[in-house]
């Protein structure tokens, strides 16, 4: 059974303070690893897919990264509009559509 | 861009009570998703469809049915709602099984 672990499960940081989330995957087969944004209430945003190991995506503050058996959302000099949950969702090769999903890292950023 | 549309945007049911769901995904999108979210939780996924016929089943109640009509919107119907039934309940959209892409969800409150 495909399972995702994500850590931490909630952070702090202060406006500008870099850091890192990361998405610990067991898979038996692995064709995608995704990263999605939530706001409270609200459904899901996407934001990256990665395939395979040494993959990376950048999108504005936002960088993702892929090993065999992680991945790291990295978030450079964040603004307090970058407060949301961010989930991490992997698909398997076995499975044809279904998103097996970690729990989410609650981040806020604060002025 | 268009986005996935569902209707309606909140709903409130007494126990037992039937409800239908509503989805109309991104034009041009042959895959439909459906997935749950309780309080605090990442979504769970409940059944999907590829071109108009059921492609994978994930833990849907027997309670739950759904079917994609020849327009590609989708429908999940709930009957003998129950109070743990109260969840937020995303539908979304991909062309060709790659990014998943949600709508904004449809909020369910059984009474």
């Known amino acids: 059974e495909d399972q995702v672990t994500q850590s931490p499960e909630a952070l702090r940081l202060q406006e500008g303070e870099s850091s890192s989330l990361n998405c610990s995957y067991t898979?038996?087969?692995?064709?995608?690893l995704f990263w999605y944004r939530q706001d409270p209430g609200k459904g899901p945003e996407f934001l990256f897919t990665l395939y395979s190991a040494g993959e990376e995506k950048e999108k504005e503050r936002l960088k993702a990264t892929l090993t065999k058996k992680e991945s790291f959302l990295h978030i450079t000099a964040p603004k307090p509009e970058d407060s949301a949950t961010y989930l991490c969702?992997?698909?398997?090769?076995?499975?044809?559509?279904?998103?097996?999903f970690g729990t989410g890292t609650r981040l806020q950023v604060t002025l | 861009a268009a986005g996935v549309i569902q209707s309606p945007r909140h709903l409130i049911k007494e126990k037992r009570e039937t409800a239908t769901l509503k989805c109309y995904p991104i034009?041009?999108?042959?895959?439909v998703y459906w997935y749950q979210q309780g309080p605090g939780q990442d979504p769970q996924f409940l059944i999907s469809?590829?071109?108009?016929?059921?492609?994978d089943k994930g833990s849907i109640p027997d309670r739950f049915s759904a079917q994609q009509f020849s327009d590609y919107h989708s429908e999940l119907n709930m009957s003998s709602l129950e109070l743990g039934d109260s969840a937020l309940y995303f539908c979304?959209?991909?062309?060709?099984?790659?990014?998943?892409?949600f709508g904004p969800g449809t909020r369910l409150t059984v009474l």
């Open positions: 034009p041009r999108h042959d895959t």
């Open positions: 898979v038996s087969g692995l064709r995608g």
């Open positions: 969702a992997v698909r398997n090769t076995g499975t044809a559509s279904k998103l097996t």
């Open positions: 469809f590829y071109e108009k016929m059921q492609s």
């Open positions: 979304a959209s991909s062309p060709t099984g790659t990014e998943q892409f």
